[in-house]
């Protein structure tokens, strides 16, 4: 039996359903195969007291200490993270407040290895965790937990000097195991492994029926992701009031809103914020849509890309993270330019001349949640191993 403790602050809760919903997939997948039995703990930042009183911030106070999150035995213990130190003191605070946490639950479940699910302030905390417990640590990287976390002056040393010590380093793409490189980690020890999607939720539909539900007449373009400036919604915005009776609808929600909205009126463009649309709800917005289009600045490898494909949606996207290791036929879609001109043109191409639905979500089939599962087995299993001349994992 393999005994995983999966550790990550980036996983969903009652307050935040949508928040690590990919990291949540891959633990159900893990949890479900035979020879595994698996612990989560998902901890919850919060800022000193009395700023916790903050409307912000009461939900993620009230959430419950252990709660069975989707069949998951899940502990979500609370640690201080420090406004305005940009993240110096995370690590310090998050492994201060593990230690009596996984103290208590070595006495009724002794994990035989810690998979931190992302790379900051996980990563730092599961390698100094690990040394208390003597288990190994995997750390998987996903996007900004590198490409912010990992090249901040107050952070960069703690995710290099992880990524170093750790037994074992996933990456969701090879672009993003290049990355990790060129912050020193080597790049003989990072293993790609490449997110799922569920083929069987996110199927082609009928697409004028869609359209019409969602109130929707002519082309339609749809972009997942929160509004924030990496996710480069403005671009696209900017695109569609050049592409000739197109709607685009934008699922997500954040900072980015008032300035997202002004652009709209400014530029006059069909353009609805959905807010945040429920994950189980995306299939049918994703497979109404003609293009997927997402202008991000970075990426690791982004699951809505993935989704799009599955449901026969054509993607245009920018050159960013691993959107080389998704868009690998004209049927996937477009790799494009981070301005509008280049996403406009691009998108008009894919109304033009649409690939078929089946050839598009035929580019989606190599991305499965069972291979993800079987493959993070796989890796856990054999750091464990390592340990054990006989290459036994677990008891």
Same mark, same amino acid.
């Given at each position: ?9 980036? %996983?969903?809760? =009652? ?5 690590? +919903? %990919?990291?949540? &997939? ?6 479900? @195969?035979?020879?595994?039995?698996? &612990? ?6 919060? /800022? ?8 912000? $911030? ?18 979500? /213990?609370?640690?201080? !993270? ?18 009596? !946490? @996984? ?20 990563? /730092? ?7 208390? $417990?003597?288990?190994? !640590? ?12 990992? #090249? ?13 010590? *750790?037994?074992?380093?996933?990456? !969701? ?7 990790? *490189? ?18 069987? &939720? %996110? ?37 569609? *009031? ?12 954040? /900072?980015?809103?008032?300035? @997202? ?31 997927? *289009? ?7 490898? =982004? ?7 599955? #449901? ?14 998704? +868009? ?14 280049? %996403? ?14 089946? =050839? ?19 890796? @856990? ?15």
């Amino acid at each position: 039996m393999l005994r995983v403790l999966t550790l990550s602050s980036l %996983f969903p809760d =009652a307050t935040r359903p949508n928040f690590g +919903v %990919f990291v949540e &997939r891959q633990t159900i997948g893990l949890a479900a @195969l035979a020879e595994v039995e698996l &612990r989560v703990v998902a901890p919850v930042g919060l /800022p000193p007291w009395p700023l916790r009183r903050h409307a912000h $911030y009461r939900p993620l106070a009230g959430l419950p200490p252990a709660e069975t999150w989707k069949g998951l035995d899940a502990i979500r /213990p609370r640690f201080t !993270v420090w406004p305005a130190t940009q993240g110096r003191f995370h690590v310090a605070a998050l492994t201060r407040a593990l230690v009596p !946490v @996984l103290d208590r639950l070595r006495e009724t479940f002794a994990f035989d290895v810690i998979d931190a699910s992302f790379f900051f302030p996980d990563g /730092p905390a599961a390698v100094a965790l690990g040394r208390r $417990y003597g288990v190994p !640590v995997s750390i998987k990287a996903r996007g900004a937990d590198i490409h912010h976390w990992g #090249c901040a002056s107050a952070t960069a040393a703690q995710v290099l000097a992880a990524g170093r010590e *750790a037994d074992g380093l996933l990456a !969701v793409s090879a672009a993003m195991r290049d990355d990790m *490189a060129a912050l020193g980690i080597p790049a003989d020890r990072i293993r790609v492994h490449h997110t799922g999607v569920d083929l069987d &939720r %996110f199927v082609p539909i009928d697409r004028v029926a869609a359209k019409a539900r969602l109130g929707v007449d002519g082309p339609l373009i749809v972009s997942v992701g929160a509004l924030i400036p990496r996710k480069g919604h403005d671009i696209v915005i900017e695109a569609i *009031a050049h592409v000739p009776g197109a709607t685009l609808l934008i699922a997500g929600e954040g /900072p980015a809103r008032p300035a @997202l909205e002004a652009l709209i009126a400014q530029t006059g463009a069909r353009v609805r914020l959905l807010g945040s649309v429920p994950h189980d709800d995306l299939p049918q917005l994703i497979a109404a849509a003609d293009v997927m *289009a997402l202008a991000s600045s970075s990426e690791g490898l =982004a699951n809505a890309w993935v989704e799009a494909l599955a #449901c026969g949606t054509p993607i245009v996207i920018t050159d960013a993270g691993g959107a080389a290791e998704v +868009v690998t036929g004209p049927a996937a879609g477009r790799i494009v330019a981070r301005e509008p001109g280049a %996403f406009a043109g691009r998108i008009g191409e894919l109304l033009d001349a649409p690939p078929a639905a089946a =050839a598009t979500r035929d580019c989606a089939r190599g991305f499965t949640w069972d291979a993800n599962a079987a493959a993070l087995r796989d890796h @856990l299993a054999g750091l464990v191993g390592r340990g054990d001349p006989n290459g036994n994992v677990g008891g």
